[in-house]
């Protein structure tokens, strides 16, 4: 069974950093692409973050709210996703998803989604 797990997150202050990791898990399963999307409330999710793995290395895409402040990186071998979060602010608090398309042998490329995990940022 697939199973995307995040950690991470929590409350800070304005200024301030976070990280959020997630790991992918399952029998022989290939991860592709990994993506960090946000919620906030009242609003639709919108990706942060995607990464993934190319000839020429890994590929990003960022959203313009967090270029210069917001890192992702992959550990290919343990099939995690890293977002580290700097300089946070205010509108950076929502809940954050895990977003991972991941193949199997019995289901082809299909797209999971973590349970999600809160971010707030306070003055």
């Known amino acids: 069974q697939v199973q995307l797990v995040e950690s991470g997150g929590g409350l800070a202050q304005a200024g301030e950093s976070a990280r959020l990791d997630c790991a992918a898990s399952?029998?022989?399963?290939?991860?592709?692409?990994m993506a960090w999307y946000r919620q906030a409330p009242g609003k639709q999710r919108e990706l942060v973050a995607s990464?993934?793995?190319?000839?020429?290395?890994?590929?990003?895409d960022m959203a313009d709210s967090a270029k210069g402040r917001f890192t992702i990186s992959r550990d290919y071998r343990k099939n995690t996703v890293t977002l580290q979060m700097n300089n946070l602010r205010i509108a950076d608090t929502g809940a954050y998803f895990c977003?991972?398309?991941?193949?199997?042998?019995?289901?082809?490329?299909?797209?999971?989604w973590g349970q999600g995990t809160q971010v707030t940022v306070s003055s």
């Open positions: 399952g029998d022989n399963i290939i991860v592709n692409r």
């Open positions: 990464i993934h793995q190319t000839l020429n290395g890994d590929n990003i």
């Open positions: 977003n991972a398309n991941i193949w199997t042998r019995t289901t082809g490329s299909i797209e999971y």
